[in-house]
Each structure stands twice: as C-alpha cells, then as structure tokens.
C-alpha cells in the first residue's frame, strides 16, 4: 500500500512558497508492537508550524529537510497492534501531513466523533482551545467588569479568548483584519468592540473603546499590535503572550516590544507560555468547553480545505489572514 504525504524541500526564506515544498507517494508499512496504522483525514495547520520549519532556536527541533512536515491530526484506526486500539477507533495525535501514519499507541487519545464533528477536535475541542482556555484562565485571570483585549480575535484562538471572556464577566474587546471579521465577532460571537487593523489606527481606537484602559492583553500576534496594547494598560494588567504571528515570516529579525516600560509604570506582568505545558489538565478544560459548546454559549467554525496537494497554498491563507477560523486540511473525509 502507498500513501502521499508533503516533505520538506527547502528551509524557506520569509513566506512558504509552493517550491518550499514537495508531494511524495511512499509505502506504507506495518505497524509493529504497539503501534497502530492511523488513515488520517484532517490535518491541523498551525501558525506555529512556521516555527518547525526554522532552525531558529525553539522548544522543538525543527522539520529536517526531506522530512515528513510535522502537525497535528485526526484520523481512523486502520489496523492496530496495541490492545488498547481497535479497527475504526478515532485518534488524534502528531500524524504529519500525508494519508497514513504509523503512530505509537503511547502518543493517541480517543476521540468520539459522536460529541463532535472531527474538525472541532483539532479546533475548540483541541490544542486551540486548550491554549484560549489557560492562556486566559490561568494567566489572564480577568475578573467581573474587566476588560480583556485580544489581537487575532477571529482566529481559531483569539475567537474564543473573547468568548471565554464574556463568560466570566469580562468585557471583550477584539483586533482583527477587515470589515466581515470585525462584524464576525460582533454580531456573532458577542465581543462588546472589534476593532479592524487593517482599516484603523489600533492606538487611537483602543483609547476611545475604553478610556479606564486594559486589564488584560492576549497576544496572538505581536509587532505594532502589542505596542499599542502595551501603551494602555491598566493598574496590575497582565499581558498573556500567546503568539506573534505578524513577525513569524519576517527576514529582518522579530520586532521586539517597544512600550515595555508601561509593565513598571503600570505594575503589569507580561507573560509567555506553551500550551503543551498544561498537558496533564487537558481534561479538565475540555470537559468545561465541552459544556460551553454544548450549551451555545461558545461557538467556534472551522475552515476545512480539500486536498493534501493543497497544503503548500492552503497553509499560506494564515499568514495573509484568508482563514475564516480554526484552518484544517482535509486529507480523506471519513467514509
Ligand atoms: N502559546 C501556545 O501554546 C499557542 C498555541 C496555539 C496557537 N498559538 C498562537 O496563537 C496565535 C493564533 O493562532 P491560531 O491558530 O488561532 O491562528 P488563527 O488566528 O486562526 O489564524 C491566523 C490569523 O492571524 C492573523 N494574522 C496573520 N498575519 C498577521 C499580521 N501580520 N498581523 C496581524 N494579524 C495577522 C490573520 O487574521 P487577520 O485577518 O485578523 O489578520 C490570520 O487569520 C498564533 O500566534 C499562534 O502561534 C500559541
């Protein structure tokens, strides 16, 4: 048996390009002891997936050239030798981009696809929203009356920063680019002000949508965005840095903050954090979005691309912002 998959070709220079990439048909081989052949269906695609393929330092090692690109998926049982798998049980775990992957058993959780769609499980129900939940819970904290800003806010992450904020009592506020992304979160998701990057001046609007300032800041994007940010905070804020995807492609080096003494005026706190480091409470959180989702009061779409040939475009619709949500690769829809 055979199956595709997208490998390395170069390490790219700012943007992916389509030559950065190559589609392989390889054979498929047998799982061994404890190992369970997994037919992928969908793949995640990651901002932080850019980051795998730099040789600048990480908290993983990159993609080598030649290599499988690494990424999160979900997919169906195909034939298992580990007694804890069966035939047509759903998994996820770290397939990479291609058709079939060999998977130690020790790596998969079991997802039912009758709680959910599988998409939602590499969205809402998965890494996403385990990184909104903690990145906002954990160390956002924001309190009843508050007033919680994000950046990325139509994003698989940032849309439900704003959401899980409404939920505890916050205010939202979301930065997102264009018109039909602001009305997005608005309209539908409930976020109290959207303000549009790309059509307004971040600094001057964040000012006039709430003069007593912000209590928390939850980055997903960096650069100018975050400075803006900065210079509004409010007394003891705490500023959650997620991500900064405006500087992953950059060939000048990533912008730093500039307005980073509003930390000590402000007494503010800064901090970073990776969601796998929150591993051990998955459950935990996944049971609370679970409830919410369940309920209606958290909502969350998915931008599903046909066509594994595809990847090297489809991945590219992060970084110009053409994802509407929670971007997945459709490799093979179940049968
Ligand atoms: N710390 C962690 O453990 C962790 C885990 C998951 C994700 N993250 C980070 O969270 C962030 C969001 O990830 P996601 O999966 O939710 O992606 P996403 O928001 O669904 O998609 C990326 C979005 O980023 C925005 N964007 C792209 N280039 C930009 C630029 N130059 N300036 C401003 N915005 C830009 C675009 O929206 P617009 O149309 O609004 O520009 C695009 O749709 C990323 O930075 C990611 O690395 C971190």
């Known amino acids: 048996m055979t199956g595709r998959a997208i490998r390395l070709k170069n390490r790219p220079v700012g943007l992916p390009s389509d030559d950065d990439w190559e589609l392989t048909t390889d054979e498929v081989a047998e799982p061994g002891e404890g190992e369970v052949l997994v037919e992928v269906n969908y793949v995640s695609l990651d901002p932080a997936m850019r980051g795998w393929i730099s040789e600048a330092a990480s908290y993983r090692k990159p993609v080598e050239i030649g290599g499988v690109m690494d990424a999160i998926a979900v997919g169906r049982v195909a034939a298992s030798n580990d007694a804890a798998f069966a035939e047509g049980d759903h998994v996820m775990g770290m397939f990479g981009v291609r058709e079939y992957a060999i998977a130690n058993a020790k790596g998969l959780q079991k997802i039912d696809p ?139 080096g990533m912008r730093g903050p500039k307005n980073y003494m509003s930390l000590l005026v402000q007494n503010a706190t800064m901090t970073g954090f990776l969601v796998f480091h929150y591993g051990s409470r998955y459950a935990e959180a996944a049971q609370q979005m679970g409830e919410w989702v369940a309920s209606g009061r958290l909502k969350a779409r998915e931008d599903v691309e046909p066509g594994i040939e595809r990847f090297p475009e489809v991945f590219r619709k992060l970084f110009e912002g053409t994802n509407d949500g929670k971007l997945v690769l459709a490799v093979r829809e179940p049968a």
Do not use: H
């Not at 890494?127 to 990145?135: E, I, R, V, W």
């Not at 950046?151 to 205010?171: C, F, P, T, Y």
């Open 114 to 252: 009758g709680i959910a769609p599988l998409p939602k499980w590499l969205g809402v129900l998965g890494m996403p929203g385990m990184t909104a939940y903690f990145g906002l819970v954990e160390i956002g904290k924001p309190q009843p009356g508050q007033t919680v800003v994000v950046s990325g806010a139509a994003g698989a992450v940032g849309s439900l920063v704003g959401q899980i904020a409404k939920l505890q009592g916050a205010r939202a506020v979301g930065i997102a680019g264009g018109p039909e992304k602001c009305r997005y979160i608005t309209e539908e998701l409930g976020f109290d002000v959207a303000i549009d990057y790309k059509n307004e001046d971040v600094a001057p609007a964040l000012r006039a949508a709430y003069p007593d300032r912000i209590d928390v800041y939850f980055d997903n994007v960096g650069g100018e965005i975050l400075d803006a940010a900065l210079a509004q905070l409010a007394f003891r804020a705490r500023v959650v840095i997620c991500g900064a995807i405006s500087q992953y492609n950059s060939t000048e």
